[in-house]
């Protein structure tokens, strides 16, 4: 079986602070590791992904994840957040030759002006 | 088209009716997913179409829920005898391929929100 834990129901920063979102995993196999951001009223939308090579993987509007193989983490972040980057993250799992994307439970950022 | 369609936006029903949802995948993709997201329980899987193949329908959280996909595009999901909690966003996803491309991006529409009264 595979999971995800978003240990934080809520990070709070300040506008132009670096934000963080963690996002640890378990499964059997290798993760395909996935970020997707919703907005208030919104459906998901793709952030980025890791499925191999190079742990750091970049992604839309300035975010970037950072891939943990022996920590089995995927935490999300930005060196510098802005008001609108606030929305709820959701961090989803998947492994090879499987369909099903598990999610986490979400955390809800608010950036402050 | 463009990205993953979904109708109604909002549809507000009575207990007991029954309703329809659907979902316009992105041309060419053969996968298709539902999900459910509600207040306390996060995102749920419910079914998943692959082209021609049997779809899997574990999720499904009871027998009036049900879906299906023609053509290998368009999916209904139908929900009958609606109960207060059936309320909830009803989210539709499709990719490129499914089992054997694991590392493809499942793409979300913007969801069609249900509240039953």
Excluded: M
């Excluded at chain 1, 129901?9 to 970020?35: H, I, M, R």
């Excluded at chain 2, 463009?2 to 029903?13: D, E, F, L, M, Y």
């Excluded at chain 2, 992105?26 to 749920?44: C, D, M, P, V």
């Excluded at chain 2, 391929?97 to 529409?109: E, L, R, V």
């Amino acid at each position: 079986a595979q999971s995800v834990a978003q240990p934080e129901d809520q990070v709070n920063v300040a506008e132009g602070n670096p934000l963080t979102v963690k996002c640890t995993y378990s499964v059997s196999g290798n993760p395909y590791l996935f970020w997707y951001v919703q907005y208030p009223n919104r459906g998901l939308q793709f952030l980025l992904k890791y499925i191999t090579g190079d742990n750091l993987v970049k992604g839309s509007y300035g975010f970037e994840a950072e891939f943990n193989k022996s920590q089995t983490s995927f935490h999300l972040k930005k060196p510098s957040a802005l008001v609108s980057d606030s929305a709820l993250y959701f961090c989803a799992v998947r492994v090879a030759n499987d369909y099903k994307l598990s999610f986490g439970a979400g955390t809800t950022v608010t950036v402050r002006a | 088209g463009a990205g993953v369609s979904q109708s109604p936006s909002n549809k507000v029903t009575e207990k007991g009716k029954d309703v329809e949802l659907r979902c316009d995948p992105i041309s060419g993709h053969t996968a298709l997913y539902w999900y459910r997201q509600s207040l306390g329980q996060g995102l749920e899987f419910l079914i998943y179409f692959q082209g021609n193949s049997a779809p899997d329908k574990s999720g499904l959280p009871s027998d009036r829920f049900s879906a299906e996909r023609t053509g290998g595009s368009v999916s209904t999901l139908t929900i009958q005898r609606t109960q207060q909690e059936d309320s909830a966003v009803y989210l539709c996803a499709s990719s490129a391929s499914g089992t054997h491309s694991s590392g493809n991006t499942i793409y979300f529409g913007e969801g069609s929100w249900l509240t039953v009264v």
